[in-house]
């Protein structure tokens, strides 16, 4: 029997009243890992950069989505599209890294693709009966941007990109992340599962005991969370007079299924959340600010960074061990607080949801 269907019990919808955790078992086992790719990755938008890397025509970068290779580039028309990076001679791939191109052409024998998809060229292959360049077609894969993000979704019918993120520009005015500039990336491998980071972010129950440091610049009474249909939005006015950020507030939102935006005054950090294995994930974090060159923004940018450093180390520490009390066998589930974790159970119902959606297939 499929191992999802042992697991449709816990799939059924809950009342927040009623918030119970999802089982341990989903996140300590390779069925599980291989369900979330199946349910998750594969039907939802996933963010692969930003349209800063495809300022010009011929520009391509690529990306892994659900473990597939995906090219994404901007033709010589400036539209912008996205392809499995496979070419349908053999399965080889067409981009290795991020350029510019004139055609897409395949590392291992040397097919050329126009940037439409199309197949150009097929060096020795005018012998070969029965083949017909303009048979042979890459398979295109949606993209599409939000706020100059970009984003890729491998499922036939996705939903529209901008649905999901409705009303997110509205709430954060009159920060305009169209106007904010990337600076860098850091990548961490954290040793839990996706859904363990995940869960994390979502709620501020944690503040007061993991981070006492954000807890001082954070006000713990007033901060707040929203629900919206595909994403959670967490807010909290900044406190201290002397915090380095200026006046305003902290905006948390983390979009279903694997993206969080922290926004405060002149920053926007963007965090990818990917699955590795069942139990490790890797987890972006790029910095986008409004202003990079004032010497009063490049104090606060340091301030930033090292400030972020520290809430995350402390975010690791506390998710790998929760990893560990997920795998150790003496836990199976845990009631939610209902004032303090409606974000973890919004997440896990939207889970519970798409779980459903591949288990009826
Ligand atoms: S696999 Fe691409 S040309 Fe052979
Ligand atoms: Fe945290």
């Known amino acids: 029997m499929n191992q999802s269907y042992h697991w449709q019990p816990y799939f059924e919808a809950t009342e927040l009243e009623q918030a119970i955790t999802l089982p341990a078992e989903l996140y300590v086992s390779e069925q599980a890992h291989q369900l979330d790719r199946q349910a998750i990755f594969t039907r939802s938008w996933q963010c692969v950069g930003h349209v800063s890397e495809l300022a010009n025509n011929g520009d391509v970068i690529t990306a892994e989505v659900a473990n597939k290779p995906i090219v994404i580039l901007r033709d010589h028309e400036g539209q912008l599209r996205a392809y499995y990076n496979v070419c349908k001679h053999r399965a080889g791939p067409l981009v290795l890294q991020k350029g510019n191109v ?22 020795e292959m005018q012998s070969t009966p029965n083949f017909e360049l303009c048979d042979v077609h890459l398979d295109s894969v949606n993209v599409d941007t939000w706020q100059g993000y970009l984003f890729v979704n491998l499922s036939n019918s996705p939903i529209e990109l901008a649905k999901v993120f409705e009303n997110i520009v509205e709430k954060i005015a009159p920060i305009n992340l169209l106007k904010m500039q990337f600076h860098h990336r850091d990548v961490y491998d954290v040793s839990c599962n996706w859904k363990v980071y995940m869960d994390n972010y979502l709620e501020g129950y944690h503040l007061p005991h993991v981070h006492p440091g954000l807890n001082k610049l954070l006000d713990y009474k007033s901060y707040t969370t ?94 790998e ?41």
């Open 102 to 123: 004139k055609v897409l052409s395949c590392k291992y024998h040397g097919w050329t693709y126009k940037l439409d998809g199309q197949l150009r060229t097929a060096p």
């Open 226 to 319: 929203e629900l919206s249909p595909w994403y959670s939005y967490q807010f909290s006015p900044l406190e201290s007079d002397d915090n380095f950020y200026g006046d305003g507030a902290a905006h948390y939102f983390c979009v279903y299924p694997n993206l969080m935006l922290n926004i405060l005054p002149g920053r926007c950090q963007v965090n990818i959340i990917v699955p590795s294995e069942k139990n490790q994930c890797k987890v972006i974090f790029d910095y986008y600010y409004s202003d990079l060159e004032s010497s009063s923004t490049k104090k606060m940018i340091q301030q930033d960074l090292s400030f972020s450093d520290e809430v995350q180390d402390e975010d690791i520490a506390i998710c």
């Open 321 to 361: 061990h929760v990893q560990k009390g997920l795998e150790s066998g003496s836990y199976h589930q845990g009631r939610l607080c209902v004032k303090r974790e409606s974000g973890v159970w919004h997440f896990q119902e939207l889970l519970r949801r798409a779980y459903r959606e591949v288990s009826e297939l």
